[in-house]
């Protein structure tokens, strides 16, 4: 018989099954600033899409690990190659040739195409690099770039940051990446 080389989960008959099925799979501090994010937008009746690259799909998980995220989460796009970011999101060719999948550019980009193609009130996006490789002397690895996108919001109004995260490893990047993403959900203070 072969042996499995992936982790066994405890059968519902395991007294350990309880246990593991209610703690989050994901670090603390993620769920604890996701559990933010939704309450935040639960009080002020917003809800909010995600378009992600760099992070996978990491800061969506972390949206579904609380309770009553869907009052508030209306979708995610892992757009991880150029190419599903042309089609599912409407990134243009030209923004991807001459600025890159990692740029402002891309990002706000990314968070109009969110925001077109769902219903909700803001779309927050990501794009970097997590490394190991991939990275250039402009572009170094651990370069992330975010944007967030307002429905009727000015087209002017671009909110949009470029963040050089030390290289700590692929994980570290992606970790502290979603936590920005976070943020950025994150009603203003300005906001009711």
């Not at 007294?15 to 993620?30: I, V």
């Not at 002020?44 to 690259?53: D, K, M, Q």
């Not at 979603?178 to 203070?189: D, Q």
């Amino acid at each position: 018989m072969k042996e499995s080389l992936h982790r066994q989960l405890p059968r519902s008959s395991s007294p350990h099954y309880s246990q593991f099925m209610t703690e989050p799979l994901l670090p603390p501090e993620l769920v604890e600033l996701a559990q933010r994010v939704v309450q935040e937008n639960r009080r002020i009746g917003r809800t909010f899409a995600l378009a992600e690259s760099c992070t996978g799909g990491l800061v969506s998980a972390a949206i579904t690990e609380i309770p009553g995220s869907s009052e508030v989460f209306e979708a995610s796009f892992v757009t991880y190659s150029n190419e599903i970011k042309q089609e599912l999101l409407k990134v243009s060719q030209d923004v991807l040739e001459t600025f890159g999948a990692v740029s402002i550019a891309t990002a706000w980009a990314m968070a109009q195409g969110a925001l077109a193609r769902t219903h909700a009130h803001i779309a927050v996006a990501i794009t970097g690099i997590a490394g190991p490789g991939g990275g250039t002397e402009q572009k170094p690895v651990g370069t992330v770039v975010f944007a967030r996108a307002e429905r009727g919001g000015s087209p002017d109004k671009i909110t949009a940051d470029l963040k050089k995260f030390d290289n700590e490893g692929r994980s570290a990047i992606r970790l502290q990446a979603a936590l920005c993403a976070l943020e950025l959900l994150l009603p203003e203070s300005d906001e009711p």
